[in-house]
């Protein structure tokens, strides 16, 4: 069983830039893809960035593409999301997720969720 924990979040001007952490415990990421996905009350929860530990690679959602980035320690079993250039509509609950195949996109291909971490971005 993996436990997800998130960090980070908080209140930043439009432009500016946090770093989301995302530490586990209980298991390793080694296993999983790891995803960070986002979502507002009312709304559908949104892939947000991916990262697949078998192969290495990396994936994004469109709208985040060039600003945020994802990265990974699975020796300390902490996954990072830098998150650049950030706009208003990028408010929202950000949740660690893990249990993911490679390209995983969708919700319900992940099996361990964190609690989430509120990020808003001011105008």
């Known amino acids: 069983q993996v436990q997800l924990v998130e960090s980070g979040g908080g209140l930043v001007q439009a432009g500016g830039s946090l770093r989301l952490s995302c530490v586990a415990s209980g298991g390793t990421f080694s296993s999983y893809a790891v995803g960070w996905f986002r979502q507002a009350p009312g709304k559908e929860r949104e892939f947000v960035a991916g990262?697949?530990?078998?192969?290495?690679?990396?994936y994004y959602a469109d709208s985040v593409k060039g600003r945020f980035t994802i990265s990974g320690d699975n020796a300390k079993k902490m996954v990072y999301l830098q998150m650049n250039s950030l706009r208003p509509e990028d408010t929202d609950v950000y949740y660690c997720?893990?249990?993911?195949?490679?390209?995983?996109?969708?919700?319900?291909?992940?099996?361990?969720w964190g609690q989430g971490t509120q990020v808003t971005v001011s105008s």
């Open positions: 990262i697949s530990w078998s192969g290495g690679s990396t």
């Open positions: 997720a893990a249990g993911g195949g490679i390209g995983s996109l969708l919700p319900r291909e992940y099996d361990y």
